[in-house]
């Protein structure tokens, strides 16, 4: 709990399919937010107006105004389509690559957040697709979705480059998918 607080005014959209409602209620019960109103406004957004209690009023968060975007280098067709309809329903934006050469090719036009990869792909594999990336953006967060990583590859990956890194052994559940990607961004 803070020990001096303020309270700020703040007006939050949140973006379908996620109600406001939806993620205060903890912020609720740590009695950092109260909840003022909340309503449906244009293309299924809703807006809420609520109080948030904060040490500093000068440092008030900064929404995200745009969902994170993911690249998604899998080459099992079945994994990337579930994988892709599952983070596009918790709001993420997902581009597709069958192989790690064709994820290099998307990434040179496309704008994205975070890595999500397979390691073993036709092609160019997973490891290189990291390394080759990360020579153009070192900070570049990565989540690797592997069955049969070698033991020492997370160590390898993550002295070579400076972004945060996670592996996913599959299978995996989804939701364990959606926390590793929400750590690496800063989100968890």
């Known amino acids: 709990m803070f020990r001096e607080q303020a309270?700020?005014?703040?007006?939050?959209?949140?973006?379908p399919p996620l109600r406001c409602s939806r993620?205060?209620?903890?912020?609720q019960a740590s009695r950092r937010i109260k909840l003022a109103t909340e309503r449906r406004?244009?293309?299924?957004?809703?807006?809420?107006?609520?109080?948030?209690?904060?040490s500093d009023p000068t440092r008030v968060p900064v929404a995200r105004t745009r969902p994170w975007r993911v690249l998604l280098a899998e080459d099992d067709t079945l994994l990337a389509?579930?994988?892709?309809?599952?983070?596009?329903d918790e709001g993420f934006t997902v581009a597709l690559a069958a192989d790690?050469?064709?994820?290099?090719?998307?990434?040179?036009?496309?704008?994205?957040d975070v890595l999500l990869t397979d390691i073993r792909m036709p092609n160019l594999d997973g490891i290189q697709l990291i390394r080759r990336l990360r020579t153009i953006r070192p900070d570049l967060p990565v989540v690797v979705m592997s069955g049969n990583a070698p033991v020492d590859l997370k160590a390898q990956l993550v002295r070579e480059g400076e972004g945060p890194l996670v592996m996913v052994n599959k299978p995996?559940?989804?939701?364990?998918l959606l926390k590793a990607l929400r750590?690496?961004?800063g989100e968890g």
Request: glycine share 8%; net charge positive.
């Open 7 to 15: 309270a700020v005014h703040v007006v939050v959209t949140c973006l």
């Open 23 to 27: 993620w205060a209620p903890k912020a």
């Open 41 to 54: 406004v244009g293309g299924g957004n809703w807006v809420a107006d609520m109080q948030v209690l904060m």
């Open 81 to 88: 389509n579930t994988v892709d309809d599952f983070l596009s």
């Open 100 to 112: 790690g050469r064709l994820a290099l090719e998307r990434a040179k036009s496309l704008a994205f």
């Open 172 to 176: 995996m559940r989804l939701q364990q």
């Open 183 to 185: 750590h690496v961004l």
